[in-house]
């Protein structure tokens, strides 16, 4: 296996991130509940971006690029960070985002007029559209630039989530089970290809919060990061068990999500959002009332970040 430290990365985020016990929602559960804090990694508001950019942005630099562009709907988390962190190590963002969702100075638009960030919208459902636009401003710009797909969820971006199942392999407590939100599939896939190397006896969990066919999504981008580590592992569904949490669509709120996020805001103080991990967290508390989790077993649930999104999106 080639080694992760031999891919290069840039240091932007606090690691290793904080796993704390959810006391009063184990008591409520009655189950061992951990969280483990990706809403602290330190730029931006936080959020599991910033592993994957670690990766990608270490990349583009190699590459020379002077200009990084991404893509997402209006209030991507993945976006404004990709946004604070190019700006930190001297590359300028371009953000050619879909024109869906709240458009309107709140929430991470907000973040992205704070931080000068140039931003674009493209009114397309294509992903296709919005890479052609980059090419035709990288090209008038003359510039040389460097794309991120949608969540940063390439084999790249995926292999800072399995240097993720490696932190918290050496953080002491073993875990039967980790649930994450999925939304574009790199963190999901990233930790399921970890667990594999890393995590013996762990079960990862993605919630889905998007309708795209993440069946096949994650086994494939599991395989492609193996690729990059010149492995090939076995990889079969019982890897990546998967639950559709998506709710009334995409970026809009759930009542389950948001349940969920009042009772972590209630008992525990921290914050969800409605996006992502809302709606990841009530999965969670789904998995738990349907006898997925054993008496004994440790539960992790992977706070992703999303915090512009709770001042944006309707709940
Ligand atoms: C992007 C995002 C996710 C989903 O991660 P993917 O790797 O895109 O599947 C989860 N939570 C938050 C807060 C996000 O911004």
Do not use: N, S, V
């Given at each position: 296996m080639k080694p992760i430290e031999s891919f290069p990365r840039a240091a932007l985020g606090f690691f290793p991130t904080p796993v704390q016990k959810l006391e009063n929602i184990s008591a409520l559960l009655g189950r061992n509940i951990y969280i483990k804090r990706d809403d602290l990694t330190g730029i931006g508001l936080g959020g599991n971006k910033v592993r994957k950019l670690e990766f990608l942005l270490a990349d583009a630099k190699?590459?020379?690029?002077e200009i990084v562009f991404t893509t997402g709907g209006a209030q991507s988390n993945h976006a404004m960070l990709t946004a604070a962190a190019a700006?930190?190590?001297g590359m300028k963002a371009i953000l050619v985002l879909k024109e869906r969702g709240v458009t309107a100075c709140v929430g991470n638009q907000l973040l992205e007029r704070l931080m000068g960030t140039d931003v674009r919208f493209v009114d397309t459902d294509d992903y296709a559209d919005i890479y052609a636009e980059m090419d035709r401003i990288g090209k008038e710009l003359g510039r040389p630039y460097y794309k991120i797909p949608c969540g940063g969820s390439n084999a790249l971006g995926a292999l800072g989530y399995v240097a993720c199942a490696r932190e918290i392999a050496g953080q002491g407590l073993h875990f039967d089970h980790i649930v994450c939100a999925e939304g574009s599939g790199g963190t999901m896939a990233g930790l399921a290809l970890g667990a594999k190397l890393y995590l013996p006896g762990t079960t990862v969990h993605g919630m889905m919060v998007d309708t795209d066919p993440f069946d096949k999504i994650?086994?494939?981008?599991?395989?492609?990061t193996a690729g990059l580590l010149e492995i090939a592992p076995e990889i079969t569904p019982a890897d990546y068990p998967l639950r559709d949490m998506c709710g009334p669509g995409y970026a809009i709120a759930s009542k389950e999500g948001n349940a969920a996020v009042k009772l972590m805001a209630e008992r525990e103080g921290?914050?969800?959002?409605p996006v992502?991990?809302?709606?990841?967290?009530?999965?969670?508390?789904?998995?738990?009332?349907e006898g997925v989790f054993a008496e004994q077993d440790n539960v992790l649930f992977l706070h992703s970040g999303g915090a512009g999104g709770l001042f944006a999106i309707e709940m």
């Open positions: 190699a590459q020379g690029a700006g930190r190590l994650t086994p494939a981008l599991m395989r492609e921290i914050f969800l959002d992502y991990t809302g709606k990841a967290f009530a999965g969670l508390l789904e998995l738990a009332k």
